[in-house]
């Protein structure tokens, strides 16, 4: 906006110029300020009370700095196992979903074959579709696999029912395939095909042109959508809680049953082990690829 648009709008409104001014100028960046804080608060919250000095079975309220929580991180009954679940299901759901939605994307935006639009839009299904509608939808089948014919004589006895670590480790991967596909795609359509075609013409085959052009220009891609699949599989409850069955807990599922009689320091010391290191990841992450750049 100009001064004499500026101006205009003040002898119109009657507000002085140098405050319309000063408002568009503060304007934006006051807007900004506050979604960050907005976002930010409820982890600077988690971080915030991971050092406090709480009495009694509840770290709700402030009462002084403690280190007790970071020298003791695991020291609260059925903790240590969650966790370990939860970071098993996660990188194995991770690894197995990014490898599979890779190679989907590489096979959606570079070839051409029939019922290729149909796929395309089953992708986005998953992502759409409310986890507690997924979440009981896959216990049906889980349960109907041990139950009715002709699933019952069709899948292996104990893949799919009892339900355990297995039935939430198919279910991780089948919702994180869609966000590892979305995101290695939009990373595809902007690949420029010239840098391989120019290395076939200096003598590389399809597999050295692949591994030596293709992979390394798209593993930014590629390791941004591990790490969007690892984040929503290591945090997981609505879809996790259906398909886990009695005995298995991952740390959402453990959280959850134990809040209710406590809410130890451990909950936000390992929470904010999980930002910092995701943190940490992105930020290596950046500067590799700068340094590259």
Known sequence: MTTTTLDRTAARTGVPSRWLRTARRWALPAFTALVVVYLLIPIAVMIVFSFNDYQGKFNYVWSGFTLNGWLHPLDWQGLPDALRTSLFIAVTSTIVATILGTLIGLALVRYQFRGRGFINGLIFLPMATPEIVMGASLLTMFVASATQEPLKGIVPKGLLFPLGIQTILIAHVMFNISYV????????????????????????????????????????????????????????????????????????????????????????????IIFLSAVGFVAISNIVQARRR
Do not use: C, H
């Open 181 to 272: 596909v979305v995101t290695v795609k939009a990373r595809l359509i902007g690949f420029d095909r010239r840098l391989e075609e120019a290395a076939m013409d200096l003598g590389a085959n399809e597999w050295s042109t692949f591994w030596k052009v293709t992979f390394p220009l798209i593993l930014p891609g590629i390791v941004a959508a591990g790490l969007l699949a690892f984040s929503l599989s290591i945090d997981d409850f609505i879809i996790t809680s259906l398909v886990s069955g009695p005995t298995t807990n991952t740390f959402p599922i453990w959280v959850y049953s134990i809040q209710r009689n406590a809410l130890p320091v451990q909950i936000n010391v390992i929470g904010s």
